[in-house]
């Protein structure tokens, strides 16, 4: 398949070259030509993951948009959620109406994506489709190389117009086998654990985070956190069950710290211990790290929203919200929150009916004003 990589972080690296490991034939673009120069001197990236490894060879890397999205059937950006207002822009009068643009994961993206290209009067793909989390634990190991010590084992994958997740569905499942059907992009994001465990493991480790390098999995993961992470868990699940959306919820507690049913959680039996094992995750973590930016600012807000509409209460959610809005001195309202992207005022029904039919629904054109 012809596929072009969006972004250089850690997983569009790993993306890049796990998928040309595979047979695709792979381009990748990244903004920065200094940070893509070790790459094109080296022909390669190289990678270190469960299934794959070795030297994988692009089509092409590139700093043109429009050289790498050419003939590109599937268009995968594994950015964070905080750039998809930028990639939206950037991909205004570049798509063809025939490709599948991808987010891993999404928070919702690929509603944002597609109405901010409506907005620019601008093509549509085929269809957006995004993940509930990362196909791959990565962290770049060096300028051109990166390291994937988990893969995920369940992937759940929604499609913005559901009403096209037959075609969609079956391109992404050719990259990622282990991708697993949603209803609709909404009940994809809900499966996000991202919000669910690193809000609470940076709130609860602040001092250690605040003393320089800490690994917050390996070293932060202690009783109180976990008391955490379990109440904005079984929140989520709560939003989850009162929109309507079934199972698998992917509960942290069974399905990630309990080994037992590990097998039916997204990473998989023994996920924690090998990122753990892997130390990739000792890093210096600030309050611009991704694990707020995007987790707390765009997923709590997220996930306290499908609370309203599930017509359940989100106290822990809300609580961390307005913590990190104190220790960081900004409004954390708004973000990924339903109300605030034009959906507040939908039912629960209305909700699932408008994720179904997309911009070929009677409600598109409210949105998008």
């Known amino acids: 398949m012809n596929l072009c990589v969006v972004g250089g972080s850690n997983g569009g690296y790993?993306?890049?070259?796990?998928?040309?490991?595979?047979?695709?034939r792979v381009r990748?673009?990244?903004r920065a030509a200094a940070e893509l120069a070790p790459v094109l001197k080296a022909g390669a990236i190289t990678l270190a993951a469960e299934q794959r490894q070795g030297a994988a060879r692009l089509d092409l890397a590139t700093t043109d948009l429009g050289e790498a999205l050419a003939g590109a059937e599937v268009v995968i950006v594994p950015l964070p959620a905080t750039s998809h207002e930028d990639i939206a822009?950037?991909?205004?009068?570049?798509?063809?109406?025939?490709?599948?643009?991808l987010l891993t994961p999404g928070t919702l993206g690929s509603y944002v994506i597609a109405r901010a290209l409506a907005r620019a009067g601008a093509a549509l793909p085929f269809a957006f489709a995004e993940t509930g989390t990362l196909p791959f634990l990565a962290r770049k190991t060096g300028p051109a190389a990166v390291a994937a010590p988990v893969r995920a084992a369940n992937l759940p994958v929604g499609v913005f117009p559901a009403s096209r997740s037959k075609a969609a569905l079956e391109r992404v499942a050719a990259l990622f086998p282990a991708a697993r059907p949603?209803?609709?992009?909404?009940?994809?994001?809900?499966?996000?654990?991202?919000?669910?465990?690193?809000?609470?493991?940076?709130?609860?480790?602040?001092?250690?985070?605040?003393?320089?390098?800490?690994?917050?999995?390996?070293a932060g993961t202690s009783a109180s956190a976990r008391k955490l992470i379990d109440a904005v868990d079984a929140e989520r699940i709560a939003a989850r069950r009162g929109i309507g959306y079934p199972a698998p919820h992917y509960d942290m507690a069974t399905t990630y710290y309990d080994d037992a049913r590990a097998a039916e959680g997204l990473y998989g039996a023994g996920a924690r211990e090998k990122l753990v094992a892997s130390g990739l995750w000792s890093e210096t973590v600030t309050y611009e790290h991704r694990y707020v930016t995007e987790d707390a600012a765009l997923g709590l807000t997220l996930l306290e929203s499908a609370g309203r509409t599930g017509g359940v209460a989100t106290p822990a959610i809300s609580a961390l919200l307005g913590v990190?809005?104190?220790?960081?001195?900004?409004?954390?309202?708004?973000?990924?929150?339903?109300?605030?992207?034009g959906l507040g005022d939908l039912t629960r029904r209305e909700v699932v009916t408008f994720f179904h039919d997309g911009w070929e629904g009677h409600k598109w054109s409210r949105v998008i004003r």
């Open 89 to 101: 822009q950037r991909l205004v009068g570049r798509l063809t109406g025939k490709e599948i643009v």
């Open 28 to 30: 990748l673009w990244r």
């Open 324 to 341: 990190f809005g104190a220790l960081l001195g900004r409004d954390m309202t708004g973000g990924r929150a339903l109300d605030h992207l």
């Open 14 to 24: 790993a993306t890049a070259a796990d998928l040309a490991l595979a047979g695709h």
């Open 182 to 218: 949603c209803v609709d992009a909404l009940d994809a994001a809900l499966t996000n654990v991202g919000p669910v465990i690193h809000p609470p493991l940076v709130l609860v480790n602040a001092a250690s985070i605040d003393a320089g390098r800490f690994d917050v999995h390996a």
